[in-house]
Structure formats: C-alpha cells, structure tokens
C-alpha cells in the first residue's frame, strides 16, 4: 500500500509544498483572516500533526492541503501539481484518487453496512465487483474489522465506527490521509486504541498522514508537530527547502 505516486517526488522537494499561504473568509461586510503567510513542507512518508487553539487554522490549512477548499494566495503542489489552479471538476477527481479523509464524526451512512461503507469510494472506479471486495476484505483486515464488516454503524462502538473510516480512508491507497480530529469523539481507550492503528498504519506502509488534535497524547504519536496561532505558523528550516529539482 505504498503509494507510487509520493515516490515521484524529485530530489529535496516535499511531498506537499506551501509557501506564503494566506486564507480568509468574509463574514457579512468583515473580512476574518484565518491563515497568514504559511510556509510548511511535508514529505512523503512524514506523520505530521498540526496543532494549535480552537480557530488557529490548523482544519483550514488541512482543508486546503485536501483540495477541499482554496487558499485566497500562495503557492500549494502536491507532487508538484498546483492544487489551487485545477479546475473543479479535475479537483473533485485529484481528490478522490489521492486523498483519504479521516472526521471527527466518522460521517458514516447509517443505512450501509461496514462493509458497504468503506466500498463506496470504489464505486467511482472501474474496478470489478470481485476486485471491490477484496480490496474491502483487505481495508477491514487491517483495521481488525472482519469480522464486523457486515454490520451497521448503530450496531458498532465509536472506535469501532473511526475504524471503518480509517479502512474507507485507505481504500484506494491515497497519496495522503488527512485525519480531522480523528480521536475527538473517543473516550480514552477507543482514542489510544486509534492513534496506535494510524501509528501502525503509517510505520508499516510509509502513508504520509496529516493529523489535527486537541490531544497532546494523540500527537506524540506523530513523527513531527507543527503549532498553528492566529492563523501563523512560522517558517522553519525544513519547511523551507529549495523547490527545484
């Protein structure tokens, strides 16, 4: 399960480039700023937890890195391609081959099983059925969910239910997961028993993870943390490595 694409990243370019990143939002006749002249570089293979208060900016940037919405300037590739520049439709589709996406919430339809959960992501491929159901096979094996895999979410715990968005995340082996909040509505127990699938998820398929969290213990999980404040997180040595190849 390691993507081909990341691997195509060149010499000492990061998987994910940010440079002067700046984001805001209008509010009746306001103009919020939420991020100010972000500079970050993720690579391939990196965990990478984001940090900060509530309203910071650390969802808002992850949205943007997720093509789920657009930066008012900057420059954002992945893999060297300009995100912001792809048209709507040809986001929607970057989108669903390269990014995984891990809610607070799980967001997962009641009236599917586990199994058909995770299988929708699929549905927009050619695959055939049988290759679908083994990938999902797969994807709940990994998650220690195969047993689970024809239940309903009402019929599963909330670590049980993040688990099946974790094995729908990894589906069709994205480029990059990014995880909102991914223990935020866990008890103590359920919150451990996820950071340590991530962490094992990312240690042994080398998927470059990008996580938001409150939870210092949920952090300690990733191989580097960044804090966001008032919309600024400051230029560091590794963030800022030449971009040609």
Known sequence: MVD?????TCGNRGLVEIRHLY????????TIPVLNDVC?????GEFLTLMGPSGSGKSTLLNLIAGIDRPDEGILLVAGIDIPSLSEAALAVWRS???GFIFQFYNLIP??????NVELPLLLTELPKSERRQHVEVALSLVGLEDRM?????????????RVAIARALITDPTIIAADEPT??????????????????????????????????????????R?????ILNCEAEDYKPMEC
């Open 4 to 8: 081909k694409y990341s691997e195509e």
């Open 23 to 30: 984001k805001s939002y209008r509010r009746g006749t306001q």
């Open 40 to 44: 970050l570089s993720i690579q391939a």
């Open 97 to 99: 081959r390269h990014v």
């Open 111 to 116: 009236v599917l099983t586990a199994f058909e």
């Open 150 to 162: 024809h239940h309903y979410p009402q019929q599963l715990s909330g670590g049980q239910q993040q």
């Open 184 to 225: 935020g509505d866990l008890d103590k127990v359920s919150a451990e028993e996820i950071m340590e699938l991530l962490s094992g998820l990312h240690q042994e398929f080398h998927k470059t993870i990008i996580m938001v969290t409150h939870d210092p213990r949920a952090a300690a999980k990733a191989s580097r943390i």
């Open 227 to 231: 804090h966001l404040d008032k919309g």
